[in-house]
């Protein structure tokens, strides 16, 4: 599979992305201004124009809340964008939270869907997701209940728990890598 690099390939005369380029050298290529080139791939010639990632984040729309309305995709590029279009500080406890994470579960898996990042283990479903509001970030924990301690926050949902992140909130970085790792090992939830 192809990775996005920041650069997408459009076929001559069509206006809808057909694949990304890959990284590798293109064999000819021929620049046409300051942000297009034209290369050959395989029999295609191609034009090929460059993206950063400030410029994808920079589309994102805010939804209510200031939560960012990102493409449903799986991997950790579409949890970057959504956490690269957070809004000020909740940016900030966007990167510290996926930080957490990754160090917790070295080999968890990433997704976003409904507007939210959700993290999961491979086979067993997706223990956590957070969500953007005005004044805070929820985490949700799909089975916190069952967690020592339980997070704060009460759902009309008996297995749910959460945690809500407000601007002046000190996190307990030792307190959720706990409760992250006993969240990666009950069976997750599964839409």
Known sequence: MAQDVGF???????DSPWGYFDGRAPRECEWRGRFAFVMRVGAALCVV??????????KAKLLSGGNPQIAKADGAAPVKAYIAAMPGWKRDVGRQLDRIIEQTIPNVCKAVKWNSPLYGIEGRGWFLGFHCFTKYVKVSFFRGAALKPPPPGTSKQKDVRYLDIREDTALDERLLATWVRQASELPGWTP
């Not at 997408?8 to 069509?14: A, L, N, Q």
């Open 8 to 14: 997408s390939v459009r076929k001559p005369g069509f």
């Open 49 to 58: 124009t460059k993206r950063t990632m400030a410029e994808k984040s920079a």
